[in-house]
């Protein structure tokens, strides 16, 4: 296992990071994603500290909070030191009824957090990110609020989640302007079969020095390979949360050549999946759950995949995403003065 700085900051993370989305399920969409108990979970937690996995992600709206109540509980249950582990959750989604039990709002955000610590039975947490954009509350206000929980000792560093590239350069400004605390992450969506990041996001991110966290890098499963070609099971997660969504066409494409890199390795079609993720130099920390430990281990076994110059080549050539204004003008542009660089 390797570990890498995340963001501007000389916190070492692991490049692998055990999510628990799966943790706690019981009813709607979370039943759909995962039901593990207190013992299920300590398992998962255990089996990924082992592997030398320091970073775990939860998020306060996942399974209305039970996913950090069991986080919280395995740490314990293991007898993990606080300091060996670096814990990152979210705010954003609604925790209840009302109107100002959801959102990016200063309320909000400092009672999530502290309604986090509870669940998580912790004094303090390492990685406070807002889950998504909050079109309502000015950006100011939740970067104060942010700073606040900092300046307070109950956060240790803060990330954003699904923010548009202009949204995130918008906050780094007033994050510098006002000497708040910065931004050191961004949490997203990448894949092989779900590259849109590379138009704006990650040339923002690696101009700007901020971390990425890759969510569902195995897109929903379907790039695990067993729902290529039109084949779904039954009682597969895809069939009634089809998420993220995935151009079929391409993908099956992406997934015969991944099938054959694969082969060659002796490795699995996830595995191929994961190691192009973590061969990509924007990456930081690659989110993994699972269901079962099979599962997990399989994940783990990607940071051992090594891709050469030519299976990398192959696997970009079959999904590179096709040329968009003013993604080719700027290219074609930028070689005006390409001859007089040194």
Same mark, same amino acid.
Request: net charge negative.
């Given at each position: 296992m390797r570990y890498r700085t995340l963001g501007p900051s $000389? #916190?070492?993370?692991?490049?692998?990071?055990? $999510?628990?989305m799966t943790f706690g399920g019981s009813e709607g969409m979370w039943s759909q994603i995962g039901r593990l108990r207190q013992e299920e979970a300590d398992t998962l937690v255990k089996t990924a500290v082992d592997a030398g996995i320091n970073f775990i992600d939860t998020a306060n709206v996942y399974a209305g909070g039970e996913s950090e109540r069991i986080l919280g509980h395995a740490i314990r249950n293991l007898g993990i030191p606080r300091d060996d582990v670096v814990i990152a959750t979210k705010v954003l989604g609604p925790m209840g009824e009302g109107p100002n039990a959801r959102g990016a709002s200063r309320a909000h955000v400092l009672a999530q957090a502290k309604a986090? #610590?509870?669940?998580?039975?912790?004094? *303090? =947490?390492?990685? @406070?990110? =807002? *889950?998504?954009?909050?079109?309502?509350?000015? =950006?100011?206000?939740?970067?104060? &609020?942010?700073?606040?929980?900092?300046?307070? $000792? @109950?956060?240790? @560093? =803060?990330g954003l989640s699904n923010w548009a590239a202009w949204q995130i350069v918008k906050a780094v400004g007033i994050t510098d302007a006002r000497k708040l605390a910065p931004i050191l992450s961004l949490q997203a969506y990448y894949t092989l079969v779900g590259r849109d990041l590379e138009r704006e996001i990650v040339p923002m991110l690696q101009a700007e020095g901020i971390g990425l966290m890759v969510w569902s890098p195995l897109a929903g499963g379907f790039l695990s390979g067993k729902y290529s070609d039109g084949n779904t099971a039954e009682d597969s997660r895809r069939v009634s949360f089809n998420f993220p969504p995935v151009d079929l066409t391409r993908g099956d494409t992406a997934i015969a050549v991944m099938r054959e890199i694969a082969s060659a390795k002796g490795c699995t079609v996830a595995q191929v999946a994961l190691a192009w993720l973590l061969h990509q130099p924007v990456v930081t920390s690659v989110i993994v759950g699972a269901k079962r430990i099979d599962q997990l281990q399989d994940n783990i076994r990607s940071t051992e995949v090594a891709l050469s110059t030519e299976e990398l080549l192959a696997?970009?050539?079959?999904?590179?995403?096709? &040329?968009? @204004?003013?993604g080719w003008m700027l290219e074609r542009q930028s070689q005006y003065r390409a001859p007089f660089a040194s």
């Open positions: $000389g #916190l070492l993370v692991s490049e692998l990071c055990l $999510g628990t986090s #610590l509870q669940r998580l039975q912790m004094d *303090h =947490i390492d990685l @406070y990110q =807002i *889950h998504g954009f909050d079109p309502l509350t000015p =950006i100011t206000e939740t970067l104060e &609020a942010l700073d606040t929980l900092v300046r307070q $000792g @109950y956060v240790r @560093y =803060i696997l970009d050539t079959v999904t590179k995403l096709p &040329a968009e @204004y003013p």
